[in-house]
């Protein structure tokens, strides 16, 4: 069984893969998600994360993701095995990022019905809103754990300052405080986690859950020019990896891959995994080839020097 780590001081311990689930109703349909996500939790793999805004960017899509996780825990009976984090606050329609008190608590009743459950464990602020104060937030989603809707609270997109006032608030207050932040980072793109954000992180005792991991699949190494994106759904997202950097960040995972005899993909989540502060990289599978692949990476350590390597190709 891969080994757990626990989420900034609450009880909740996980893999160091969390399964990204934005892909479900997008890249993925309904009958492949079922067979996915039985392989990841039949793998010893427990969280599951989504939001209310997965997949909307679809023409006639509707909160599919969140959908499809719920019949999914409905059909299979093991909301016990799973630990399911969503998050709030993306423009549903509202006009505009919304943490206020109001949305988050009709919102909140959204997600646990399109996801089957009466309890969520995770739920995270999606972006900040500055038009909301942290302590209205933090109050909404303290009435919501007293409820027992929600068991703990994380963040996504926040910057230290951020982190630093929320974290101020709710202890001053008595609040229940944000125990993740879930920021971009991986080998290319590295800045919204190192440094500040990473320091209060290790600091404070939270963890961090990384986004784009793979860097929208540029980092498994199977696209190797401009070319290679033609016809792909997020082809325009990885042309700006093209660079000097990027492809030094290549030439590294295939050198550090192939010295280890595994994928470029598994080294990329591994690097990610050995970061301070990092509980666990978020990754998508459409397949049960690919999930395989992160399953293995999360399993994957790699040596001090393998990671020089890493770090060295990837600075700006």
């Not at 919204?192 to 954000?197: D, K, N, Q, T």
């Not at 192939?258 to 990610?272: D, K, L, P």
Request: include cysteine.
């Amino acid at each position: 069984m891969p080994t757990t780590r626990k989420l900034g001081r609450t009880d909740l311990e996980i893999q160091p893969l969390v399964f990204g689930a934005n892909v479900l109703g997008w890249t993925m349909d309904e009958a492949t998600s079922f067979r996915v996500l039985d392989a990841y939790v039949d793998g010893g793999f427990t969280a599951i994360d989504t939001a209310d805004s997965y997949s909307r960017w679809v023409p006639g899509n509707d909160s599919e993701s969140e959908k499809i996780i719920g019949r999914w825990l409905h059909a299979r009976g093991n909301r016990d095995r799973v630990l399911v984090l969503t998050k709030v606050g993306s423009d549903m329609g509202q006009g505009k990022r919304d943490l206020s008190s109001a949305w988050i608590e009709q919102a909140v009743e959204g997600s646990l019905r399109r996801l089957q459950t009466d309890y969520i464990d995770l739920y995270q602020s999606h972006w900040p809103d500055p038009t909301v104060s942290h302590e209205e937030t933090l109050r909404a989603y303290d009435r919501l754990i007293q409820a027992g809707k929600v068991r703990h609270i994380g963040c996504s997109n926040f910057d230290a300052a951020l982190l630093a006032q929320a974290q101020s608030v709710a202890e001053d207050l008595g609040l229940a405080r944000y125990e993740t932040v879930q920021n971009e980072l991986n080998l290319y793109s590295r800045s919204a986690y190192e440094g500040p954000v990473q320091d209060f992180v290790v600091k404070n005792g939270l963890s961090a859950l990384s986004y784009f991991s793979l860097a929208s699949g540029f980092l498994t190494g199977k696209y190797r020019s401009v070319a290679d994106l033609a016809g792909r759904p997020r082809g325009t997202w990885l042309e700006k990896y093209f660079d000097d950097r990027g492809l030094r960040i290549l030439a590294a995972l295939d050198e550090v891959a192939g010295a280890r005899g595994v994928q470029q993909a598994e080294v990329a989540i591994a690097w990610i995994n050995a970061q301070p502060g990092v509980a666990a990289a978020i990754a998508s599978a459409t397949s049960l080839e690919q999930l395989d692949v992160l399953m293995r990476a999360a399993r994957l350590r790699l040596t001090d020097a393998e990671l020089a390597r890493l770090n060295e190709a990837g600075r700006a």
